[in-house]
């Protein structure tokens, strides 16, 4: 083809393009909203499906109640109910896998529009069906409640009428979410309608002509919207860079006083400036004055200027409404001294049903009147004595300082509204700086039990006379994306290398959380769930990470918790004298984590359990054990919790690896495990921060590594070697801290008649060691904090006898001693199973205040090691030969002198997916096994006078055990090692010699 013929062809193409988008646009803008509308429906349909599993779940405990006639109706309507879900559920996994998920989603879908229409339709009809299931059993369940439960007064029968009322509810939701599904499908179906009016009008064919002869030029595949995008600059379906950001103003009193707008991505808003706390700019003379609000689900909010919440999502702020939450696009502060206007939040903090405990409300107060009349007062005076505003703000020091003085109180800036004065329970807080007495007494219900002369005067023991920097709010999140385009690389060991471009990742930001202030570093949670989650979607980026056989981490774990199995992992918890006094195993120490875990509702009502008191606390562990133990629905929740405790660990691990050695700013990454029981995988991602994947990370990988194995292989290394010297560095820490202060510790402070080395004892021995034996082991923030709420510090001083002259002293000055105590003082180890200098995050993390229970420095460590061949695990053959077996997928040789019909049961199941199997085995096995190994394509050799047994894995995996495949109940020792030229080796050898006798 001649450059003139081509280049006037070309021509005449480009103007029949240009005249094309003139009149498709609107399609493309269509198509562009289709796919948006898809995505978020593919995210929400997997929502929704949990919420199904979850009421098939439910069905099970409602068919026990066989005495109510409506049951049996109430199973036939499930089964209709069930029918149409399925039906529902095929058609919109057809439209996300042939449709959305595919590469070529624009020509497909202009080109087979009639399809997806008539698809769609479908689902619609199927959907409708569905509402109508749901509303003949809810019909039913309703008669039931009004015509059964008047007679129901005993124990049994409350608990049926609980079972019913429990299934009716998450019916309500499965029905609530139908109606909104309807809705959603309405939406696309009138965009494909649309679509449908305009292809009629335009020549799409002409388009791919277009992208064709384009494609013959350059020599590589184009499509139609890379030309659109070349030629326009309009925005494409996959090819708009931009990352989602919010416009964020913080204001002034005046324009002149205004700040620039900043235009920050939804990450840095959410870091640098979340919501609830106070934004620490200075804005008119005044830091901290400004602070953001989203309305959530357990916050009531009191005002005494012009903010009133209008019942908008985001108060002051824009956004776009979507089906399952939020896209934020604008936020504007409130400014707390314009207007005069003090806002005050009472956040309902409600323990789950299960806990038993109490609901109470947590109370904040942001502004201050008393700040806002005296400034103005004296800005007034200001116009005549001709002052100015930093003179201004220093008479007002200068009054605020006196002021203080005469209570004995450390005087701060008066203008900074960023600092509180709080409760030490961690009941409230405020950030007025003129209050020296809780505002909340009359409403608190500790406050509610003081009684003084005037009950306009009360003052709670619990205020503090000092203030603190108000505390830092992290966002809970949840990261979702599918496993659909994931790619599987070659593996290394057990672990397989995983890594994948465009793949969609949804943020879901739910709620806000924090540390109440107190005496010690960490105080009550405050968690506040959003009306609606904040979404942010990555559409298009790049992962790399790993994948796990999830049966076999479940059996090692298994084995791990099952007391029987010794011997056991240990865990250093205390040293005295540079000698080791206190250890517990590791199963152990899992078993306070999960206790804890399900004693605090996941984490979140820790205030509940630690004021309860040291005995029943022991008493409610000893309970929830008892529970455990004879509870087989309790034991898979526990095996649940630990598998999810290792995914968030590896995570926060691999994602810190990445960011370091390939030198990407951890802002510019995120996380996110995956467990998939359906794939048999526990998936640890890390993916790029940016919608469409601009740092290609797989790119990256394999520049810095070569290969996704080097890079497994460096970060199983690393990982290993960092907490074998993290371990050294504790132990060294704490050993050389008690030589250093041992000295020290004898001396008596001003303040105590006794030394600080016996109140260290005294704690040790009376409060954290019995705790231990009760399967409660606390880090030392928690522990301290515990403490704090036992009025311990109180206790010790009037224990010591001082002079009450003396009591009120000692008592405040062990309240700020006392974490320093605990950690200098005490053996305590400082970090047990975890800390921000090795498996916890300072940020980023997606439930920033309970990571002391749902990450674990020492199952991690035990874990990893024992699947790279470090340690050896000791469990039941029964538990552990099939997912062992499981891992192969090609080849799998055993020596094994003996068999059983166990044995004979696993061979079969891995020879059935095609895995070459070969076994040695002694005479006696053959002759009761062989024939039946050798139908299911198995090879038999026979060996003679040898006791010692293993498996070889893909010429790769060695597993060194004492385990026959007989007796597989018994207890034997396992060790997985990876040396693929031994394994080769060693099968050679071991063939060699036995196969030809």
Request: proline share 3%; net charge neutral.
């Given at each position: 083809m001649?450059?003139?013929h ?15 988008l003139?009149?498709?646009k ?17 995210h929400y ?13 439910l069905?099970?405990?409602?068919s026990?109640?066989?005495?109510f006639?409506?049951?049996k109706?109430i ?10 879900f ?9 439209v ?9 989603f ?8 009639d ?6 339709k479908?689902?619609?009809?199927n959907?409708n069906t ?6 003949e ?22 608990k049926?009428?609980?079972i019913i009322?429990e299934?009716?509810?998450a ?6 979410k ?5 809705k959603?499908?309405?939406?696309i ?8 009016e ?22 590589e ?11 326009t600059?309009?925005?494409?379906i996959?090819?708009d ?9 913080i ?16 990450d840095?808003?959410?870091?640098r400036?979340p ?10 003379g ?11 689900k ?5 005002s005494?200027g ?12 824009t ?14 502060t ?19 049903h299960?806990?038993r ?13 008393k700040?806002y009349n005296?400034?103005?007062n004296?800005l007034?005076?200001?116009?005549v004595?001709?002052t100015?505003?930093?003179d201004t703000f220093e008479?007002l ?5 006196q ?6 109180r ?6 900074d509204?960023?600092?509180v ?8 807080m ?76 949804i943020?879901?930001?739910?709620g ?9 570093s ?11 989650p ?5 559409p ?12 076999l ?22 040293i005295r ?12 120490l899992?078993?306070s984590?999960?206790?804890?875990y ?14 309860a008191?040291k ?31 290792l ?15 390939l030198e990407?700013?951890?802002t ?5 495990y995956?467990?998939d029981?359906?794939a048999?995988k526990?998936?640890?991602l890390?993916?790029?921060n940016s919608?469409?994947?601009v740092i290609d990370?797989?790119?990256?990988v ?5 290969t996704?194995?080097n890079m ?12 074998n010297d993290?371990?050294k560095d ?6 050389d ?7 020290k510790?004898q ?16 704690l040790?021995k009376e ?5 231990v034996?009760?399967n ?20 010790l ?8 002259e ?21 053996g305590?180890?400082h ?8 498996v916890?995050l300072?940020?980023?993390c997606f ?13 991690v460590?035990?874990?990893?090691k ?10 039941r053959g ?14 799998v040789f ?18 059935s997916?095609g ?6 085995t ?14 299911h ?5 026979p ?6 047994k293993?498996?070889i ?7 060194e ?5 007989s007796?597989l ?8 090692i ?20």
């Open positions: 001649s450059s003139h081509t280049g006037a062809k070309l021509e005449d193409l480009i103007k029949d393009t240009i005249e094309l003139t009149t498709g609107q399609e493309l803008e269509t198509v562009y909203s289709i796919h948006s509308e898809l995505r978020a429906l593919s349909f997997d929502n929704f499906k949990r919420e199904f599993d979850y009421i098939f779940k069905r099970t405990n409602l026990k109640i066989s005495e006639k409506e049951i109706e199973e036939e309507k499930f089964i209709n109910l069930s029918k149409s399925n039906l529902l559920c095929e058609e919109i996994d057809y996300i896998n042939n449709f959305f998920s595919r590469q070529n624009l020509s497909l879908i202009l080109l087979h529009t399809d997806f229409l008539r698809i769609l479908n689902a619609y009809i959907n569905l509402i109508k299931n749901i509303d059993l809810e019909n039913i369940l309703r008669e039931m409640r009004d015509l059964k439960y008047p007679s129901l007064s005993t124990r049994r029968g409350e049926e009428e609980n009322k299934f009716s509810d019916l309500y939701n499965i029905h609530v139908c109606i909104d599904l309807k959603f499908l309405d939406k179906i009138d965009y494909i309608r649309n679509l449908s305009i292809k009629a009008k335009i020549n799409n064919e002409r388009a791919f002509e277009i992208s064709k002869f384009l494609k013959s030029i350059e020599g595949k184009i499509w139609i919207h890379q030309i659109i995008s070349q030629l600059g309009i925005r494409s996959a090819g860079l931009k990352t989602q950001e919010v416009t964020f103003r204001t002034g009193k005046s324009k002149k006083d205004q700040m620039e707008d900043l235009t920050l991505s939804i840095e808003l959410l870091i400036y919501p609830f706390e106070p934004i620490h700019d200075e804005v008119d005044i830091i901290g004055g400004n602070v953001w609000f989203i309305l959530t357990n916050t009531k909010f009191y005494s012009a903010f009133i919440p209008s019942g908008e999502i985001v108060v002051k702020g956004y776009e409404q979507l089906l399952d939450g939020i896209r934020l696009l604008e936020v504007e409130i400014n707390l001294l314009h207007q005069n206007q003090e806002i005050k939040l009472a956040i309902k903090i409600e323990p789950p299960n806990l405990a109490k609901s109470y409300f947590v109370w904040i107060k942001y502004g201050s009147k700040l005296e400034l103005m004296k007034k005076d200001r116009k004595k001709g100015s505003i930093r008479e020091q200068r009054e605020y300082e002021l203080l003085s005469r209570q004995g450390k005087a701060y800036r008066v203008n509204l960023g600092y004065w709080y409760c030490k329970r961690g009941l409230a405020s950030t007025d700086p003129f209050d020296l007495a809780c505002p909340f007494v009359h409403y608190c219900y500790i406050g509610k039990t003081i009684k003084e002369k005037s009950q306009w005067r009360k003052s709670c023991p619990n205020w503090l006379y000092r203030r603190r920097l108000f505390p830092k709010v992290f966002i809970e999140s949840e990261r979702r994306t599918s496993s659909r385009n994931l790619n599987y690389d070659n593996p290394v060991g057990v672990f397989i290398p995983v890594y994948g471009h465009g793949i969609t990742v943020e879901y930001y739910k806000a959380q924090w540390y109440m202030p107190s005496v010690v960490i105080g009550n949670i405050v968690r506040a769930e959003f009306e609606k904040i979404i942010k979607e990555l298009s980026t790049n992962v790399v990470g790993f994948s796990l056989p999830l049966s981490i479940r059996a090692l774990i298994s084995e791990l918790i099952d007391e029987n199995i010794k011997p056991k992992s240990e865990v250093l918890m205390i004298n540079d000698k080791i006094s206190v250890k517990v195993t590791l199963d152990k899992m078993l984590k999960f206790l804890l399900k004693l605090t509702g996941r984490g979140y009502f820790q205030l509940n359990l630690l004021q008191g005995k029943t606390i022991m008493d409610k562990a000893l309970q929830e054990l008892e529970r455990l133990q004879c509870n087989e629905a309790e034991m898979n929740d526990f095996l649940d919790f630990l598998i999810d405790v995914g968030h660990t590896l995570a926060h691990l691999f994602y810190s690896f990445i960011s370091t050695t990407i700013e951890p510019n990454l995120s996380y996110l995956l467990v029981r359906n048999d526990l998936t640890i890390v993916f790029e919608p469409y994947g990370l797989p790119g990256h394999q520049s810095r590594f070569q996704y194995q497994l292989a460096r970060f199983l290394e690393f990982v290993i070697k960092f907490l993290h371990e504790i132990f060294n820490y704490k050993k801290n008690l030589i250093k202060i041992s000295a510790s001396s008596k402070s001003r303040n105590i008649p006794v030394s600080l080395n016996e109140i260290a004892m005294k040790e409060w954290y060691i019995p705790l034996k009760s409660i082991v606390m880090d030392i923030p928690t522990f301290t904090f515990f403490l704090i709420l036992s009025d311990v510090p109180e206790k001083a009037s224990e010591y006898g001082v002079s009450k003396k009591e009120e002293e000692m008592m405040e000055w062990l309240e700020r001693q006392l974490e320093s105590i605990v950690r200098d003082y005490t305590i180890i970090c047990i199973d975890g800390c921000t200098a090795c916890m300072d940020q980023g439930s920033a205040v309970t990571q002391n229970l749902t990450t674990s420095r020492k199952l460590e035990w874990i990893l024992v699947l790279t061949g470090w340690e050896t695990i000791y469990g029964g538990k552990l030969i099939d997912p062992i077996l499981g891992l192969a997928r090609k080849e055993i020596l094994s002198p003996y068999i059983d019909d166990e044995g004979f049961e696993a061979l079969k199941k891995v020879a997916r895995v070459k199997v070969t076994i040695l002694r005479e006696e096995s053959i002759e009761s096994y062989g024939s039946g190994l050798r139908k394509g198995i090879e038999v050799c060996v003679k006078e040898r006791h010692d293993l498996i894995i893909d010429d790769e995996l060695i597993i055990t004492t385990q026959n495949l007796n109940n018994s207890i034997n020792s396992f060790k997985i990876r040396n693929p030229d031994k394994a080769s080796s060693l099968k050679s050898q071991l063939l060699n010699k036995y196969k030809n006798q």
